[in-house]
C-alpha cells in the first residue's frame, strides 16, 4: 500500500518556474515508478514525466527542455522542476507511483500560468 501527496502548486506569471513535491509513504520499496500527469478542466489527463526506480526518466514531447524530474530517495519524494511555464501547462498535476499491483495517485495540486 502506498500513499502520494503532492504540494507546490501555484499562480505563476508566464516564463517563471515552480518546483512541485510528491511525498510518498507506506511500502515505499514496492514502487517501480513514479511519475507526474496533468489534467485541465475538461480534458483528458495526459502523462508530463516519469522516473523509474533506476533512475531513467521520461518526459512528454512538450515539456522537453523545460522541465526535469527527480528524487531525494532519503526524503521519499519525487520533485518536478517546472521552468518556462507557459499558459498552456495550467491544470492539476497529479503524482502517481506505479508497482506491481497497481498505481496510487494524489489528490492533485493547482498550477496556473497567467499573466
Known amino acids: 500500500q502506498v500513499q502520494v501527496v503532492e504540494s507546490g502548486g501555484g499562480l505563476v506569471q508566464p516564463g517563471g518556474s515552480l518546483r512541485l513535491s510528491c511525498a510518498a509513504s507506506g511500502s515505499i520499496f514496492s514502487i517501480n515508478r513514479m511519475g507526474w500527469y496533468r489534467q485541465a478542466p475538461g480534458k483528458q489527463r495526459e502523462l508530463v514525466a516519469t522516473?523509474?526506480?533506476?533512475?531513467?526518466?521520461n518526459y512528454a514531447d512538450s515539456v522537453k527542455g523545460r522541465f526535469t524530474i527527480s528524487r531525494d530517495n532519503a526524503k521519499n519524494t519525487v520533485y518536478l522542476q517546472m521552468n518556462g511555464l507557459k499558459p498552456e501547462d495550467t491544470a492539476v498535476y497529479y503524482c502517481n507511483a506505479v508497482s506491481k499491483g497497481g498505481g496510487s495517485w494524489g489528490q492533485g495540486t493547482q498550477v496556473t500560468v497567467s499573466s
Open positions: 522516473i523509474t526506480f533506476p533512475g531513467s526518466t
